[in-house]
């Protein structure tokens, strides 16, 4: 343990569905831990290989019901929920499969990069999937703040749907559940802006399908940024038409072939290259690389229009090529 991390103990750990498992954690000696905001998140220590050496770490939101006014500034235990990804690189894996009550955890201190803004207007959150889990702790607290708030809560089918009991409880008829099996269709985006008062902001937290389409029918309608806040909650995916491509790295001159099921971070990863990287999700701007040939297929919510359109910048752990090679000034 260091000044920045934890060692908690798992004091609960269950199963919510197939997909979906709680982890429960608390000091041993049940001190108070670090607090947080509505919308943070810690990152865990997990294990990708069978055996203790490939250790990589996971962000995972902290969740909260209380509706306490200070029940995450005082917080005795942090809760999260592990979506299981068969073909992710291992860490769901471990924490569905390898981690037990009574195990010990380490985390870093929590961090917030999708904070809950006060002001006037109401609140309007925006849920697919696991991406649930931030937006359950800021319908708390706007609750325990006596503020209005709706969330929107979308999934494949509601039995792949996690705390459906515990939303409904807090929230009553704000709760707004959607389930594309019984459907028929996606969620309808549309409607749910057209709903929207010109005061609300919206808190969006889902799969990329689900992100992209909301940022496009609110940049249509001429919504500005401080209205509209977001949270990825899933890694890089092969879209149709990937293609392999090569990087050069121009100040050592090696040369690699970025597979189009891997993301450029990974594959620079796998030959012992030691980029700067974080939420591995294209938000948050720590892996950019400069890029002094090639077209960039840029993937990311962290570039400007006319960023992008330079060309001259990318996030690796997201974006590829366009064309068949990149250089960068790495």
Not at 23 to 28: C, G, I, M, V
Not at 115 to 133: E, K, M, N, Q, R
Request: net charge negative; aromatic share 6%.
């Amino acid at each position: 343990m260091s000044a920045s991390t934890l060692e908690l103990r798992v004091v609960e750990a269950r199963t919510l569905n197939p997909l979906i498992r709680l982890l429960r954690l608390r000091a041993d000696d049940s001190r108070q831990l670090p607090a947080y905001a509505a919308g943070a998140h810690v990152r865990v220590r997990v294990q990708t290989g069978a055996d203790d050496s490939a250790v990589d770490w996971r962000h995972y939101s902290l969740v909260n019901f209380s509706t306490a006014r200070n029940a995450t500034q005082v917080p005795v235990e942090y809760v999260i929920a592990v979506r299981l990804e068969p073909a992710g690189r291992g860490g769901s894996r471990f924490m569905h499969e390898r981690v037990q009550q009574g195990d010990v955890l380490t985390i870093e201190m929590p961090k917030n990069d999708f904070p809950l803004h006060t002001g006037p207007g109401g609140t309007v959150l925006v849920a697919g999937g696991i991406g649930v889990t931030p937006l359950a702790t800021m319908a708390a607290r706007r609750r325990a703040e006596g503020l209005p708030v709706r969330l929107h809560y979308a999934g494949r089918s509601r039995d792949t749907m996690a705390f459906l009991p515990e939303l409904q409880a807090m929230l009553g008829d704000d709760l707004q559940v959607h389930a594309d099996a019984d459907a028929g269709a996606p969620l309808d985006i549309e409607a749910l802006l057209d709903a929207c008062p010109a005061g609300d902001r919206l808190y969006v937290c889902g799969p990329k399908p689900m992100l992209d389409a909301v940022l496009e029918k609110t940049q249509a309608r001429g919504w500005t940024h401080d209205r509209v806040h977001f949270e990825l909650f899933s890694a890089p995916v092969v879209e149709e038409g990937d293609q392999p491509f090569e990087v050069e790295l121009a100040q050592s001159g090696q040369r690699f072939t970025v597979p189009a099921h891997q993301t450029l971070l990974d594959c620079l990863i796998e030959h012992g290259c030691d980029p700067m990287f974080d939420c591995n999700r294209g938000e948050c701007g720590v892996c950019a690389v400069p890029v002094l040939e090639g077209e960039i297929d840029h993937r990311d919510y962290v570039l400007t229009a006319r960023e992008k359109a330079q060309g001259n910048v990318m996030q690796i752990c997201i974006s590829r090529a366009k064309g068949a090679r990149l250089v960068l000034d790495m």
